[in-house]
Every structure is written in C-alpha cells, then in structure tokens.
C-alpha cells in the first residue's frame, strides 16, 4: 500500500531499551525486503557501539540501515534534524523500490518523525552555551526549578532529571527574540503524507530487568569503559546512560561492583521513561516484543507489506 506521498507505509518499532529492537527490526527486513531507519538518539555517534548498544557488524551486514554512527560525538543532534534526515532516508529507500523499517527507543524522535508534535527553531548559540555552563555549576533540580518559574507547563512536562530537554525548554523559554528557524525546522512535519504504523514492544518487567542486568555485564566485559575514555567528558554525546557512571569509575569515584550497580540502576530507570512516555503516545499499539508474527500481521494488515518474493 502506497500513501499519498507515493511511498510505502512505514513500520515504526519503539520500545525500552534491551526489548529487542534491533534484532526484531534485521528480522523483519529479511522477511519484507526493508531497510533500517535508526531513530536512537544515541546511536547516531560514532565510535560508541558498545554503549549506545548500536547494531552490530553481524546485523549490519544482514540489512541495510541507515542514521547508524555518522555523527561526530562533540556534535549537537535535534528531533528536527533526525526528522528531516529520517525523511530523507525513507524516500531514498522507497526510490530504491523497498521498505523503511523505524527502529529506536527515542520516543521524541519517533513523535517528530510521524508529525505528531511541532518543532521548534534553533535559537541563539550564545544562549545555548550560558545554559551549558549553568548546567555545569548547577544541579538539575536547580535548573528545573529555573524552568518552572518561567514556564510552568512546560517545566511540568519534563522530568527533572532530563537534562537535555530541561535545557532545550529553557532555551525556548528564556528567548524572546527566537532567530530564523532552519529550513528543517520550520514545519510540524504533520504533512509528509507517509503512512506509519506504529508500534511499541512488550516486555514483562522480570524479563527486562534480566536482560538489562545482561547487556550491563556484556557492554563491561566488551570494552565500554575504554570506549567511555575515548569519548571523553566533554562530548555532547557522553550524557548517554553508562558514560558518566563509566567516567566516574574511571575518576576513582566508584568501585567495579558500584558501577555495574549503578548502570543497572540507570537503564532501568530509562526503561522505566520510555515506558511513561509510550503510555502518551498517540496511535501506538502494543505488541509482543517476542511475537514476531504479531507484528508481521500488523504490517501486512495495516501497511499492506508482502513477504518478498511473494505477490
């Protein structure tokens, strides 16, 4: 089934972090002949597999994707970004004749790709980098607060300790003059005309928390705190769960028994985010993440996809 925009119905795969995103989307493209759109807002950093958990080599090479570790890590990525390369990405493979499969945990990213929140402009880089530095000498309870006395809705609709959207709504907040939009900035995207069919994984809790307790021992066992090391405090992108409790460890800060603890603890409270945001997330279904033909029937049913080969 084409849209109105002439190409193919989109499979948008959200999820918590370890529910098997990845491996469910490279099976999912072995089936329908797609390709992969990463919607991680992590994962587009290069040189940081291990603990942004990016797809490996062996699932790189079983399906194409895309958005995948082109960026470099000192450098800032929005929702408006991702969204207008996103797009990009999913006309190309549609002009290739296949399907795009939206894979990621990010759930902003997934709400600005389907056009079901407005984009706001870029603003002053010098009021960007004052916030910096107040986030730097301040904790984020403080700079919540700050948040809250200029724009209460806004303040109530991010968590305290959400650093980066704290500091973007302050900047919009604390902007009285916003400077010209970029040009990938200046719609709501609602008007793109691509159906997606979107999707959340399952998981119960006791799985989760099990398989999150194994991604932690594997990411220590593999090289993350070299990798940590090697990225270094200062990158933009090192705010990702495991780098601080990482580069704390790596300070002396904490024992190896405190940082597996404390980067358990970390992923399943981002777990746990993802989860409140899906809950607000307009037209999201539910799925089995372990039902891979519960989801293959959504896609057939809703997008009209056939399994390649077939008519």
Sequence with gaps: MRSESGVPGVLVLGGPTASGKSELAVALAERYDAEIVNADSRQVYRGM??????????????ARHHLVGFLDPHERYSAARFAADALNAIRDVAARGKRAIVAGGTGFYLRALCGDVRLSAAFDPALRGRLAREFALHPPEVMHA??????????????PGDRYRVARALEIALCAEPAKPQPQAQASLRSTGIAFAKLWLDVPPAVLEARIAARVDAMLATGLLAEAERIGVGAVAADAVGYPQALAYLAGFSTFDELRATLARATRRYAKRQ???SRSEPSLQLVNAGDIDQVCRVAEQRL????????
Excluded at 146 to 159: E, G, I, S, T
């Design 146 to 159: 700050w948040l809250a006395a200029r724009d209460p809705a806004r303040a109530a609709a991010v968590v």
């Design 49 to 62: 597999p291990i603990g942004t958990a990016a797809p490996t080599p062996l699932q790189l090479s079983r």
């Design 304 to 311: 009209g996809w056939r399994r390649a080969g077939c008519p």
């Design 275 to 277: 989860a409140t945001w």
